[in-house]
């Protein structure tokens, strides 16, 4: 196990491109068919699935997000599907598609009651891709795009996926959070500074309390989720705002850290193991250009992970996986770890920013990963790459041991920033922008003469 104040070189992140300019090339297709206008968007931020996905940065959820930046991708073959959950039957009146490059010549548009037994309302065998835009009549819970015949190499890839209709319900709340100023106008950036193995500092947060809320997915919803170990903020719950979290107490070092990180409970068996002391929260950088990391935005918030993810999902966010004893890179709990060891995961998130939003439908589309150490184009603002490295006392027949969200590569985690704004900006300056390796000072115990961001006291001198 790495000890505190030490981290093992991050990865870099392979992603599918934006093909930004495909965008602006897209031309609006309308079949020539009777059927009624389209009343209510029902789809977006709904559930999606798909048959495959490309890759962990292409899935199912992007073509639902209202994002025209990101996207779903299937893998290379066919038949290919990509399903969203409207959660109540609809009377679907219009279905809308913005395809990547990758699209259909050959598909059907389908809607179940059941998500089993489909039935087609629309279909074509030569399409040709851009924006479709398909009025049609079917009532159904599930609608689905189902692909028969791509256009080239590649698989199915659309940017949005679009489901319009009437659900018998009031339109639901977007879900988008604008920050207030918007950051615009930034140019990822591909500068190479000196080199520093080092651009850290810690944030060391202990165990607060475990509650069934989730402020981020489900806000004002009190035992909606499943039950989630609380750090940080010791106020934390589902009705927590910006506001809230601010005059809440911490149990962070640095008392200017308000904010809220939350993971789901860890048992063995029906007992709850909780994380003993103060917990590592890195802020890294998570591009080559350190000197470009900005301080979060107060009242920016995330999910990383997700708990309907696979293993190679889990992964692909991971820098280790669990671990204990000798046994590392594990996406779900060893089966055994030493007698008095503890078990570890350590789980990066992503670190680039629109710019525009503290939150989206999905609470994950604001943000992205960067690729080959670069923010890309849709995300271009570099913030500190949180990641989250906690320690669980339990050991030996890991059997048991499971997540309240299901197994070991179910973990994902939840970030709500209430730093003190200067307090952040002192630790991002110092020690993210200044190539060091802090502790939770701020200080870099190898290199002295650089001095401290914070005092004794965990606060600005």
């Given amino acids: 196990?790495?000890?505190?104040?030490?981290?093992?070189?991050?990865?870099?992140?392979?992603?599918?491109?934006?093909?930004a300019a495909l965008l602006a090339s897209l031309v609006t297709v309308v079949p020539m068919q009777s059927a009624q206008?389209?009343?209510?968007?029902?789809?977006?931020?709904?559930?999606?699935?798909?048959?495959s996905t490309e890759n962990a940065g292409t899935p199912a959820t992007a073509a639902v997000d209202g994002n025209p930046a990101t996207r779903w991708s299937s893998q290379f073959s066919d038949p290919q599907w990509l399903r969203v959950d409207l959660g109540s039957t609809a009377a679907i009146t219009q279905v809308v598609l913005q395809w990547e490059?990758?699209?259909?010549?050959?598909?059907?548009?389908?809607?179940?009651?059941d998500g089993n037994n489909w039935t087609s309302i629309y279909s074509t065998t030569n399409a040709t891709g851009g924006t479709q835009t398909l009025n049609v009549t079917g009532n159904g819970r599930y609608v689905r795009m189902y692909g028969t015949a791509r256009n080239g190499g590649y698989g199915y890839s659309l940017w949005e996926f679009k489901v319009y209709g009437d659900n018998g319900t009031a339109p639901p709340a977007t879900?988008?959070?604008?920050?207030?100023?918007?950051?615009?106008?930034?140019?990822?950036?591909?500068?190479?500074?000196?080199?520093?193995?080092?651009?850290?500092?810690q944030a060391n947060c202990a165990f607060s309390h475990d509650r069934p809320d989730d402020p981020i997915v489900y806000p004002g919803l009190p035992g909606a989720s499943h039950m989630h170990t609380f750090m940080g903020n010791r106020t934390t719950n589902?009705?927590?705002?910006?506001?809230?979290?601010?005059?809440?107490?911490?149990?962070?070092?640095?008392?200017?850290?308000?904010?809220?990180?939350?993971?789901?409970?860890?048992?063995?068996?029906?007992?709850?193991?909780?994380?003993?002391?103060?917990q590592v929260i890195y802020y890294k950088t998570g591009v080559n250009d350190y000197t470009s990391v900005r301080p979060f935005p107060p009242g920016l918030?995330?999910?990383?992970?997700?708990?309907?993810?696979?293993?190679?999902?889990?992964?692909?966010?991971?820098?280790?996986?669990?671990?204990?004893?000798?046994?590392?890179?594990?996406?779900?709990?060893?089966?055994?770890?030493?007698?008095?060891?503890?078990?570890?995961?350590?789980?990066?998130?992503?670190?680039c920013w629109d710019?525009?939003?503290?939150?989206?439908?999905?609470?994950?589309?604001?943000?992205?990963?960067?690729?080959?150490?670069?923010?890309?184009?849709?995300?271009?603002?570099?913030?500190?790459?949180?990641?989250?490295?906690?320690?669980?006392?339990v050991s030996g027949d890991?059997?048991?041991?499971?997540?309240?969200?299901?197994?070991?590569?179910?973990?994902?985690?939840?970030?709500?920033?209430?730093?003190?704004?200067?307090?952040?900006?002192?630790?991002?300056?110092?020690?993210?922008?200044?190539g060091l390796q802090c502790n939770a000072r701020g200080y870099d115990e190898t290199q002295p003469g650089r001095g401290a961001a914070l005092n004794a006291n965990y606060q600005l001198p």
């Fill in 398 to 434: 890991m059997s048991q041991v499971r997540l309240s969200s299901g197994r070991g590569y179910s973990f994902h985690y939840d970030f709500f920033n209430a730093w003190d704004p200067a307090t952040q900006a002192a630790l991002v300056n110092h020690c993210v922008r200044g």
């Fill in 101 to 113: 490059g990758a699209y259909a010549t050959a598909y059907q548009i389908q809607v179940s009651a």
């Fill in 1 to 19: 196990m790495t000890s505190i104040g030490q981290s093992r070189p991050r990865r870099s992140r392979l992603a599918g491109p934006v093909a």
């Fill in 37 to 51: 206008a389209a009343v209510t968007l029902l789809s977006q931020g709904r559930p999606a699935t798909a048959s």
């Fill in 301 to 351: 918030r995330f999910v990383v992970g997700s708990p309907n993810a696979t293993a190679d999902q889990f992964m692909f966010g991971s820098v280790e996986g669990w671990e204990c004893g000798e046994s590392y890179h594990n996406a779900d709990f060893p089966a055994y770890c030493p007698v008095g060891t503890q078990v570890n995961v350590r789980y990066q998130a992503p670190s």
């Fill in 175 to 201: 879900g988008y959070v604008p920050a207030n100023p918007q950051v615009t106008g930034v140019t990822p950036s591909t500068y190479n500074p000196p080199h520093a193995y080092f651009h850290e500092f």
């Fill in 238 to 278: 589902a009705a927590s705002t910006l506001s809230s979290l601010n005059a809440g107490g911490t149990t962070c070092l640095a008392p200017g850290d308000k904010s809220g990180y939350w993971m789901p409970t860890l048992y063995n068996g029906n007992q709850v193991i909780t994380p003993v002391g103060p």
């Fill in 355 to 393: 710019g525009l939003y503290l939150d989206t439908p999905d609470h994950k589309s604001h943000m992205a990963y960067p690729v080959n150490l670069v923010c890309p184009t849709s995300h271009p603002v570099a913030l500190p790459m949180i990641e989250f490295k906690m320690a669980f006392p």
